[in-house]
């Protein structure tokens, strides 16, 4: 828009040092002449203020202008906070609607709005989003900004100050006086030794009340479980206790009761993953004679060093004996009682290697072994050529939890070259999965070749590995709670040698024994779950190679939807969004995984009340106000006011007048040409001189 203006410049003809000495000495000259009250005094005063006159240049200028419109900001919140309270939203976009149609009604007002985003992890950053938006707006057109939050912002600055006495309204939605119940952690633990307790603290606060009393009712839920009821006081520390049964991941859900009149119960709920490890494995390995893979086995387990091993060798067993006086021997009485009575549960896993049943262990002791396995205990076998014997363990009372007898002594033990092979139900067992130099795809083994195998009838479990002929070699059986693991060959330790190029000694015999300490990896039979950017992935491992079942995913809310898995690398795994904070079940009809939605953005959700109170200092700074909007209809009147004015009142909003303009012409108009200065100083001086001359 062009506007017109005029205005009274000066261009003189002297410098104005010249031209103020000049006037000095015109003004001494009129001191004698009023002095003495002389007629035409002031005749000649208007003489010489004409001759300054003249030579200051007086001119009336006119110019034509550009108007620039000023620009109001709003600003509008849209994270987490403020779509998690209850009508905040809502509020939010009713009232942002009307300011926009008030704003355009306006002369000469440009309205420019910008969004606060989500902020990750860092809470509501509207400030940032702010000085984006005004570097885009040139300082000298910005009339005011109106900020539509809830006041939860994080990045307030000291101070704001664009310039110009801009002020900054802000609306928040709803009424003054919220009330908001939360959960506060003090201390929760991210993991724990199985078989001991932990402590989680915690504060259930009501935010909005001057005093913090009464109570509040906990629900604790743990890995979907029954849920415990707690009532704890408002206001105070409290400690709940979490046993860790078992290891692996395991999801705690506490819910605090809605307190009537809330703003929100989002932030009620807490949910947190408690990882349960196992503290230093006690691992009793007892070889039955010594032989050149004894080493294997201790090598292995002395290099975990979260295993604490105890090892016994036999070198002399009984019928052995030849009456040597006892004093004389430097061996050590095998500890049979305390090993297999005693302290047998304190091992979490006994390994026979090439034992033989000579005597040393009574039934006694070897049904007491047995029974160890059904009550939740580990055994893993690696036999030779004695296991087909008189003196095989599977003759004793310790076979009823072994996976398989031992063919006649002319059949069991065969000795022909062979490279062990994973079977069909091997490759996708977690033990024998993906094994380095493994058969896959019609490809023979590149693993260096074994020269026995122990054949037996196979009574349970899964035959991960087959040796020569397609005999098992590797079965792997769960018995009651507890588990076995049987290797029929004792030729693992050639490829610990490197020969034929070794193979993946090592990692077979470490998964071996993690599995049957129960790693949560390594179960064959798994549903696993986990949140991750705001998307439930489930994965389903099976040694069943048919088509996996529909999956029943329960949202935290208590709905129920069916999703059907998709194949991938082997693995039925299941993708869906999962925006809802709290406690996920995922259930493929055998079994559940349970996954925590936490919030991606735990400081949105420490306050959900609308409250002024992080913003009202850099508000009253700038003369701006801050109000509650209610359902949105409560918007205040906007106002245009001149710099240095109230930019707020009871009811109504101002936005400074910035005039900032472009001059695009200029005509200039002498007010006193040298000619009419001439024809006036002419008559002034003869109208001077008349009045003199009387």
Known sequence: MDRTSFALDFA?????????????????????????????AWWRALAFALILGALAGPRLVEETREIRP???????????????????????????????????????????????????????????????????????RLAGVFLFSDGQVHDAPPHWAPGGEVPLHLLLPGRPAQVDRRIRLVEAPSFGIVGRTVEMRLIVEDLGLARQEGVARLTIRRDGAAPVTESVPVGREHVIALPVERAGPSVIEVVAETRPGEVSDTNNRVVLNLNGVRDRLRVLLVSGEPHAGERTWRRLLKSDPGVDLVHFTILRPPEKDDLTPLNELALIAFPVRELFQVKLRDFD???????????????????????????????????????????????????SVLPARPLSPQQAILERAYRPRVTPQGTRHPVTEGLPGANAEGREASWGRWYRTIRTEPRAGTAVMEGADGAPLL????????????????????????????????????????????????????????????????????????????????????????????????????????????????????????????????????????????????????????????????????????????????????????????????????????????????????????????
């Open 70 to 140: 000023d620009i109001a900001l709003v600003l509008v919140d849209r994270t987490d906070s403020t779509v998690a309270a209850t009508g905040h939203a809502a509020a939010i976009e009713a009232a942002r609607r009307g300011l926009e149609a008030r704003l355009g009604r306006l002369r000469d007002l440009e309205v420019r709005v910008a969004e606060v985003p989500e902020g990750g992890n860092q809470g509501t950053r509207a400030f940032a989003a702010m000085e984006r938006a005004l570097a885009e707006i040139p300082a000298a």
């Open 475 to 694: 079965l792997l059986d769960r018995v009651g709670q507890g588990r076995v693991a049987l290797m029929l060959s004792d030729h693992i330790w050639l490829w610990s040698r490197q020969h034929d190029g070794g193979g993946p000694q090592a990692e077979l015999l470490r998964r071996i024994a993690h599995w049957l300490m129960r790693e949560p990896e390594l179960e064959e039979e798994d549903l696993s779950a986990r949140i991750e950017e705001g998307r439930l992935r489930a994965t389903r491992r099976s040694l069943d190679a048919s088509p996996p079942p529909e999956a029943v995913v329960t949202a935290p809310d208590g709905t129920t939807s069916r999703h059907a898995f998709r194949m991938e690398a082997g693995r039925a795994v299941l993708d869906i969004p999962a925006e809802a904070q709290g406690l996920w079940q995922v259930s493929d009809g055998r079994r559940s995984a349970y996954a925590a939605a936490v919030p991606a953005n735990p400081p949105e959700f420490d306050d959900l009340r609308a409250d002024a109170g992080r913003l009202e200092t850099l508000v009253a700074a700038s003369g701006g106000s801050a109000r509650h909007i209610g359902d949105g209809s409560l918007l205040p009147e906007v106002r245009r006011v001149g710099t240095g004015r109230d930019a707020h009142g009871a009811n109504w909003a101002g936005l400074r007048q910035r005039g900032d303009h472009t001059v695009t012409g200029i005509a200039a108009v002498p007010l006193l040409p040298p000619w009419l200065a001439l024809l006036l100083l002419g008559g002034v001086a003869l109208v001077a001189w008349r009045r003199e001359a009387r």
């Open 349 to 399: 896993l006994i390994v026979f290697d090439r034992f033989a049943n000579r005597g040393i262990l009574p039934p006694t002791y070897l049904r007491n072994i047995a029974d160890y396995v059904r009550q939740g205990g580990a055994l893993l076998l690696s036999v030779g050529p004695e296991y087909a014997g008189a003196v095989s363990l599977a003759n004793t009372p310790l076979g």
């Open 12 to 40: 003189p003809i002297l410098p104005l040092t010249l031209l103020g000495a000049l006037a000095v000495l015109c003004l001494l000259a009129l001191v004698p002449a009023v002095l003495r009250r002389a007629r035409g």
